[in-house]
């Protein structure tokens, strides 16, 4: 899943003149009144590409036809090459527009604001309510309404060597203090031998990783103030994120300067034993070596025991503004977030968007901590022009320079004119 794709291109959605009426539907007819029944129609859903198993997918066709009779509903697969514009001109058209659609929840800021999605709030409680993943809501929220709910995410955690851990004489850390010193002990003592070992792997352009400590502390990217954007990485709690990130990268990781296709294989020097521990998502794991006997462990927090907060990828899903047939649209959302449909998502490795269901994950055993850290987790901004901080890099370069020395002072000082200038741009 590739949901930071094409991000300088949904920014200028955001500029572009969809013509749509924010919270109405694109046809006063789709709404049937009460106690009467939407009239037969033909409904399309767009998934994304690797999102929605096939088997989930059958029978959410079946289960919709079953229950409206004379009504069909077609599922079309999107790659996420390309999909910026082909959202753009098919959400602007009631003849064009999907029903159903799933997008990378950093996106949902941007298409919420413009008005691409009709609102939800009054059926949150009804979909999953607080066992719904709260970040992924406030990505899909313009003040207190709900546009696009979560879907499914994807939970970062550790992965570690219980054999190096043992030799080293190291146990898992239990606070963001214990995880620097445990990094350290492990890269002095390099208990196999190995040159060049150090005790962690994480890519200097592993943004998402990196947030953990900038999150876990308080801090964030920007906060709104009124209507403006406002940076928030010279804050004492961004701060003290960020002292803690550049100590880590002194001596005890691995990774630095990688590239980001680097990035996308963290488990590569963990097989060959040149660190004892990676971050990864949940697909990690099978690309892990049959050889060595591996554990996992979540970003801890501040406290000891606690549990810190990390950014999560997935995505999320909505009616689109423009579908004429909103009444069978919010059907085909209530058995999106059924526990049939759920269940069949975790199975797939997913978090699914309501955690009650997590424990299903079928290729997880770690299912419950998988659980815990995407419902404890935290997005990017929920801004309009995001995307035009991620389509310009900003948030991978200051994590680089973060990485690879740079002063976190004077680079957040940096960062923050950079960003704000972005995200308040009309």
Request: glycine residues 8%; proline residues 4%.
């Amino acid at each position: 899943m590739k949901i930071n794709r094409s991000a300088r291109a949904i920014a200028l959605l955001a500029a572009a003149s969809f013509a749509l009426t924010a919270c109405s539907s694109g046809d006063d007819s789709a709404a049937p009144e009460d106690g009467a029944s939407a009239a037969p129609a033909d409904l399309k859903v767009w998934f994304m590409d690797g999102s929605v198993p096939d088997d989930a997918q059958a029978w959410l066709k079946t289960e919709f036809e079953k229950e409206h009779e004379g009504s069909t509903l077609t599922i079309e697969i999107q790659q996420w090459d390309g999909i910026v514009e082909k959202i753009q001109t098919a959400m602007t058209s009631e003849s064009q527009t999907p029903d159903i659609v799933e997008v990378g929840n950093t996106q949902s800021p941007t298409y919420t604001a413009v008005g691409a999605f009709s609102e939800l709030t009054d059926e949150v409680d009804a979909l999953g309510g607080d066992d719904l993943i709260q970040s992924f809501i406030a990505a899909g929220s313009v003040g207190d309404k709900a546009y696009t709910l979560p879907f499914y995410g994807g939970s970062r955690i550790f992965y570690y060597d219980k054999d190096t851990f043992a030799k080293a004489g190291v146990e898992v850390p239990t606070s963001l203090d214990e995880f620097n010193e445990v990094a350290k002990t492990l890269t002095e003592k390099n208990p196999n031998k190995v040159d060049g070992f150090k005790g962690a792997y994480i890519a200097g352009v592993d943004q998402h990783t990196l947030e953990g400590w900038l999150y876990t502390h308080g801090g964030q990217y920007a906060v709104q103030d009124g209507d403006e954007w406002v940076g928030n990485l010279e804050s004492p709690e961004s701060q003290e994120a960020l002292e803690q990130v550049s100590d880590l990268f002194a001596g005890s990781v691995l990774g630095a300067e990688d590239s980001v296709a680097a990035a996308q294989e963290p488990w590569n020097d963990f097989n060959e034993g040149s660190v004892a521990m990676f971050s990864g998502l949940t697909w990690a794991e099978p690309n892990i070596s049959a050889d060595i006997d591996y554990g996992v462990f979540a970003l801890p927090g501040i406290e000891a025991g606690t549990l810190g907060k990390t950014f999560a990828g997935g995505s999320n899903i909505g009616i689109a503004a423009k579908s004429k047939n909103q009444a069978l649209a919010n059907d085909v959302l209530e058995l999106l977030f059924s526990e049939d449909f759920q269940v069949m998502m975790a199975q797939n490795g997913w978090v699914p968007g309501n955690t009650t269901y997590a424990d299903a994950q079928g290729t997880a055993p770690n299912a419950k901590l998988l659980a815990d850290v995407a419902a404890n987790s935290q997005l990017t901004p929920a801004a309009q022009n995001w995307a035009l901080v991620e389509g310009a890099n900003l948030d991978k370069d200051f994590w680089k320079a973060i990485a690879t020395g740079a002063d976190p002072a004077a680079t957040a000082k940096e960062y923050d004119a950079k960003m704000v200038e972005l995200l308040n741009k009309k």
